[in-house]
């Protein structure tokens, strides 16, 4: 949807621009006949505003049943051998068939509602020169409805029909195309899940730091005992030491130990 908004975002500023061109045009040909043809363009506004409003809200109904059956369809494929296994098919098809119809019920009722807002638009230029042509014959009995007023007038009507043909899927495509970014939108902006998987990276800092305290409290022990040294040629020394298994013990079990 956003693509083809894209493709025709141009048309939005081309559209008005011709048809402001081309009832400047009417009116050096039928001066205040031009004005009926605008005002009943302008009364058509009104009308593919409402349908383009209908339009979006199905639009919007559309998309949240579009994801209820993508869900559902991804919950079936990915958990397939356990519905094999209890024989589920019967009951996952009606209800896969449940979510589509109601699908294609929004679908039909948009498709509607789109072909009423462009018979609207293609209508336009057939009611804008009825009205156009009524009002200059009627405003004065001098006017007459030459070949070149008719031919001159219909090759601007003509004109006209190209941006009115293309203005119902203009703001079709509008529509859906807002619906998209705020789909895109909320999407984006939605909480981010936390890493439950374990970090390569992580243990390998942690790591990295337990050998670092691990080097650290060995080169701490070889500094006292580098230290100890010298004062004394022997990393270990035993002067008269007595040894026993246990504390409550009365009699210790080895007894003046020494070690140089």
Same mark, same amino acid.
């Given at each position: 949807?956003?693509?083809?908004?894209? &493709?025709?975002?141009?048309?939005?500023w081309?559209?008005?621009? &011709?048809?402001? !061109?081309?009832?400047y045009?009417?009116w050096? @040909?039928?001066?205040?006949?031009?004005?009926?043809?605008?005002?009943?363009?302008?009364?058509?506004? *009104?009308?593919?505003?409402?349908?383009?409003?209908? =339009?979006?809200?199905?639009?919007?109904?559309?998309?949240?049943?579009? $994801? &209820?059956?993508?869900?559902?369809?991804?919950?079936?494929?990915?958990?397939?051998?356990?519905?094999?296994?209890?024989?589920?098919?019967?009951?996952? $098809?009606q209800?896969?068939?449940?979510?589509?119809?109601? @699908?294609?019920?929004?679908?039909?009722k948009?498709?509607?509602?789109?072909?009423?807002?462009?018979?609207?638009?293609?209508?336009? *230029?057939? #009611?804008?020169?009825?009205?156009? #042509?009524?009002?200059?014959?009627?405003? $004065?009995?001098?006017?007459?409805?030459?070949?070149?007023?008719v031919?001159?007038?219909?090759?601007?009507?003509n !004109?006209?029909?190209r *941006?009115?043909?293309?203005?119902?899927?203009?703001?079709?495509?509008?529509?859906?195309?807002?619906v998209? !970014?705020?789909?895109?939108? %909320?999407?984006?902006?939605? $909480? @981010?899940?936390?890493? &439950?998987s *374990?970090?390569?990276?992580?243990?390998?800092? %942690?790591?990295?730091?337990?050998?670092?305290k691990? /080097?650290?409290?060995? /080169?701490g =022990?070889?500094?006292?005992?580098?230290?100890?040294?010298?004062?004394s040629?022997?990393? !270990?020394?035993?002067?008269?030491?007595?040894?026993?298994?246990?504390?409550? @013990?009365?009699?210790?079990?080895?007894?003046?130990?020494?070690?140089?």
């Open positions: 949807r956003v693509m083809e908004y894209v &493709q025709l975002a141009n048309l939005l081309i559209c008005p621009l &011709q048809i402001g !061109i081309s009832i045009l009417l050096q @040909e039928l001066q205040y006949g031009s004005l009926a043809g605008l005002i009943v363009m302008l009364a058509l506004l *009104p009308v593919n505003a409402f349908i383009g409003a209908r =339009m979006r809200g199905q639009q919007i109904r559309l998309l949240k049943q579009r $994801d &209820q059956r993508t869900k559902l369809m991804s919950e079936i494929l990915n958990g397939i051998k356990v519905l094999k296994l209890y024989a589920w098919e019967t009951s996952f $098809d209800l896969i068939r449940k979510f589509r119809s109601l @699908e294609m019920k929004n679908l039909r948009q498709a509607y509602l789109s072909a009423g807002i462009t018979f609207a638009f293609n209508s336009a *230029p057939f #009611f804008v020169a009825i009205a156009s #042509f009524s009002t200059y014959l009627m405003i $004065d009995r001098s006017n007459v409805l030459d070949a070149q007023k031919f001159v007038s219909q090759a601007i009507f !004109i006209l029909r *941006p009115l043909a293309f203005f119902p899927q203009l703001i079709t495509t509008t529509m859906m195309f807002f998209s !970014i705020r789909r895109i939108n %909320k999407f984006i902006n939605c $909480d @981010e899940l936390k890493d &439950q *374990p970090s390569i990276g992580g243990n390998q800092s %942690k790591d990295h730091q337990n050998n670092g691990a /080097n650290g409290v060995a /080169n =022990m070889a500094n006292g005992m580098s230290n100890g040294k010298s004062k040629d022997s990393q !270990i020394v035993l002067s008269n030491a007595s040894f026993k298994w246990d504390s409550d @013990e009365t009699t210790p079990s080895l007894s003046n130990i020494s070690l140089d």
